[in-house]
């Protein structure tokens, strides 16, 4: 990316932290690869990560290649429909924080 690079050409990675309703993690965990697999098929998608901490809570990491392919996913329909489902039915408690990638480093052997 140039210096002078908008910041709609940045990665943005979203980190999703959750804790779920112990009644809906059978439902959750059905739900859960349909969404993913959208998610695969949106352009700009770059990779998911998804951790369980030793208390139970989850911790997500969605990347997409900039703003504006993050904000489609953000708000394809099925994708907005999934997260009402996760509000009124699979989470206790969740925080969002979406990112703009301002550098990265690789250390491939």
């Not at 690869?33 to 911790?59: N, Y």
């Not at 997500?60 to 392919?69: D, E, K, N, P, R």
């Not at 990638?101 to 250390?107: R, S």
């Amino acid at each position: 990316m140039s210096a002078g690079a908008g910041s709609d050409d940045r990665k943005v990675v979203t980190v999703f932290r959750s804790r779920l309703r112990p009644e809906s993690i059978d439902e959750y965990h059905e739900a859960a690869p349909r969404i993913l697999a959208l998610a695969e098929t949106m352009p700009g998608f770059v990779d998911f990560k998804s951790f369980v901490a030793d208390d139970g809570e989850r911790v997500s990491i969605v990347t997409f290649a900039s703003m504006a392919t993050h904000r489609a996913w953000r708000d394809h329909p099925e994708h907005r429909a999934i997260q009402q489902t996760g509000r009124d039915r699979f989470y206790a408690s969740y925080d969002i924080t979406v990112c703009e990638v301002a550098g990265e480093n690789h250390f491939p052997r």
